[in-house]
């Protein structure tokens, strides 16, 4: 990890850099504004220097005012700390609306500044995670039709009935961020240890795929919990029943999962449909063990034109 220290008090600056770099890190001294604004990468490059990027940048409150908000703004892609002799507006409320974030008063133990530095990374790793985990989601929920509902109306517990666990799954999440509502997956198996799940935390919503595979005991089990909290359960199952309120949900979209058992129609036009671009008509209905004559009537019967 690269740290850049903006400090005048050129001792101090070395006394902090000295104690991370024991401690494994990266540490580069700017003892003015001006200095600090030729370490940021866009500056260097310019200047035909190599590109360097600073995780953490330990701003001092030495510095002026226009300076100081100069700097946070040229290093808005790392943790900016602030290094303050006292407390104020001007040394930390305007520079953390400014974007720096956080501060620590000097003087300060090495130990408390690494524990800010450690905080904020694994803030950003979380981040990063958050982000990536959520980029996955829009594309796995991107073949579903978009959800009309008025979430703010929808009674819980709920029960959910879908002819596909994906379109219960993206009403779950859609419902939990219109809401801003924390919630548990749990995606249901024999033997599950329902008291375990109701142990978790009473205000977090419950979320149980796969009803449908369950005995009618855990069903129950299940049942008896959601009088007690938060719950949506999805399965299924078009004639499953439960004391809770009901949503049904159907897609006519022929989109498959890989534990999902298609029809040999089904699994035909989906075959013809994503496929017909890449082979032609003699490998493609080879492929699918029928003649082109077939291929051609099965396109007819699907109502699928075939690209050109």
């Not at 006394?15 to 370490?39: D, F, P, Q, V």
């Not at 908000?69 to 609306?97: E, H, R």
């Not at 979430?151 to 939990?176: G, H, Q, S, T």
């Amino acid at each position: 990890m690269r740290v850049l220290i903006i400090e005048n008090e050129i001792y101090l600056a070395q006394s902090i850099a000295s104690k991370l770099e024991n401690l494994g890190y990266e540490c580069e001294i700017a003892r003015s504004a001006a200095e600090a604004m030729k370490s940021e990468p866009e500056q260097r490059a310019k200047e035909g220097g190599k590109d360097v990027h600073f995780d953490v940048v330990l701003l001092s409150s030495a510095f002026a005012g226009d300076e100081t908000l100069k700097i946070i703004q040229k290093f808005k892609d790392s943790v900016v700390i602030l290094l303050i002799t006292y407390i104020s507006n001007d040394t930390v409320s305007i520079p953390i609306k400014a974007g720096a974030s956080d501060y620590i008063q000097k003087p300060f133990m090495i130990e408390e500044l690494v524990r800010k530095i450690k905080h904020f990374e694994e803030f950003r790793r979380l981040q990063t995670f958050i982000k990536t985990y959520q980029d996955y989601l829009n594309y796995h929920f991107k073949a579903v039709s978009a959800l009309n509902f008025d979430f703010k109306r929808i009674k819980l517990p709920l029960l959910i009935k879908c002819n596909k666990m994906i379109n219960a799954d993206n009403f779950v999440f859609e419902y939990a961020k219109a809401l801003n509502l924390s919630f548990k997956y749990v995606p249901l198996e024999p033997g599950i240890d329902v008291e375990a799940i109701a142990a978790a935390n009473p205000r977090t919503l419950l979320y149980f795929s796969n009803f449908q595979i369950l005995r009618q005991e855990t069903k129950n089990q299940i049942v008896s919990l959601a009088a007690k909290r938060k719950l949506i359960a999805s399965s299924t199952n078009p004639n499953e029943e439960a004391p809770m309120e009901t949503l049904n949900i159907t897609s006519d979209e022929k989109n498959f999962q890989i534990d999902e058992i298609l029809t040999i129609d089904d699994y035909i036009k989906h075959i013809i449909v994503n496929y017909q671009d890449k082979y032609p008509d003699t490998e493609l209905s080879k492929k699918l063990g029928i003649s082109r004559k077939s291929l051609w009537e099965k396109r007819k019967k699907y109502d699928v034109a075939k690209k050109k």
